[in-house]
């Protein structure tokens, strides 16, 4: 199975799709994520499709999600 580094260029991570939230807006200010075969997933800025990418493991992904359902990150947006 292929492993990738954080930082790996995006469009060398082949074989998966990309997905943008619905959130989105029309002027292209969007994090697309993909899951990978290891479980994990990549991050990606949708402005620059061909540059890096942050990887994750399913363990981090889940706690990140979990600490953004339980609102320990709305001071980013306040």
């Not at 993909?34 to 992904?61: C, F, H, M």
């Amino acid at each position: 199975m292929q492993q990738f580094d954080n930082g790996v260029r995006a469009d060398e991570i082949s074989g998966v799709e990309w997905v943008k939230s619905r959130r989105s807006n029309q002027s292209g200010n969007c994090v697309e994520t993909a899951k990978l075969p290891d479980g994990g997933v990549a991050i990606r800025n949708s402005r620059d499709p061909q540059g890096p990418a942050l990887v994750y493991t399913r363990d981090e992904i889940v706690a990140f999600i979990g600490g953004a359902k339980d609102g320990d990150f709305d001071f980013l947006t306040a």
